[in-house]
């Protein structure tokens, strides 16, 4: 109360003095201009969220930290919010995003955890299908000519309703590995006959993994793609989760998702000096 009382009472004499002396108030005027303008702005909002390396998505070593990292950055931004991103292996994400409160959502994810998180809209599309030996002979045309095969996947990832339901009733014979890369080494070694993957994840190791990249003739994307699937953030079903993903979905609107994805794969890519474009999406 003191401080308050001397910081009015001053003004005040410097107010009637300003009515005396015209040099006075010349010297009052930048007075109160230095004190208004030297009081710090409120700080911006900031929040924390989870991701991988997947790239050209995510990853903590890509040219802004990926793809998928730029459009979600650029969104919060677009409404005033400044955003922490933390990069972990898959499981220990999803274990840091439950346990972790200074964790206010992850991303990229795939549909299917709706009943645990809340989903802002797409920030970005993931053409999923599988890598094989290009001198291999196994086809598809549907999910049942892939009983025959043993399949690589990553562990905890999501990858279409359909396979995981077949996998989940034991329908699908599957060799589990904590990364893409991995799964694509183990085509290449015959110790399983596809493995599924993003197509843009796999041309970005087939020109950057040690092992893949010499042999990176004998490695293919099968034409036929499960699916192209959408890719989105998640929030904890929260009050405060809600409203960040209100916010996020706000400024999301305000930024080309298409454009930007599609622009980043293709400066990367000529950054690899990869000949194949990469999949675009419209």
């Not at 201009?33 to 924390?48: M, N, Q």
């Not at 087939?206 to 010499?214: G, H, I």
Request: hydrophobic share 40%; charged share 25%.
């Amino acid at each position: 109360m003191r401080a308050e009382f001397d910081y009015y009472f001053i003004l005040s004499l410097m107010t009637e003095m300003v009515h005396r002396n015209r040099i006075m108030r010349r010297f009052i005027l930048s007075f109160l201009f230095i004190l208004v303008f030297s009081f710090p702005c409120a700080a911006a909002e900031k929040i924390v969220l989870a991701s991988l390396e997947w790239p050209p998505y995510a990853g903590e070593s890509l040219m802004g930290n990926g793809a998928s990292s730029m459009i979600v950055r650029e969104a919060f931004k677009a409404v005033g919010v400044e955003l922490e991103i933390r990069f972990y292996p898959w499981n220990r994400l999803l274990n840091e995003m439950a346990n972790d409160p200074t964790i206010q959502g992850y991303f990229p994810e795939y549909s299917g955890r709706e009943n645990l998180y809340n989903y802002s809209n797409s920030i970005g599309k993931s053409p999923i299908g599988f890598a094989k030996r290009t001198s291999g002979k196994t086809t598809w045309n549907t999910y049942d000519d892939l009983k025959k095969y043993r399949i690589g996947v990553v562990s905890g990832y999501i990858n279409t309703k359909r396979f995981d339901e077949m996998v989940t009733a034991g329908e699908i014979h599957i060799n589990r590995t904590g990364f893409d890369r991995f799964n694509l080494r183990k085509v290449l070694q015959g110790r399983v006959e596809m493995a599924v993957v993003d197509l843009n994840v796999f041309r970005y190791f087939v020109r950057t993994d040690s092992f893949l990249y010499p042999n990176r003739n004998e490695i293919e994307m099968d034409a036929r793609l499960m699916d192209i699937s959408n890719l989105y953030v998640c929030f904890p079903k929260t009050e405060k989760g809600e409203r960040l993903q209100s916010l996020f979905n706000r400024g999301l609107r305000k930024v080309s998702v298409r454009a930007l994805q599609n622009h980043y794969v293709d400066e990367l890519v000529k950054s690899l000096g990869q000949t194949v474009p990469a999949e675009k999406f419209q």
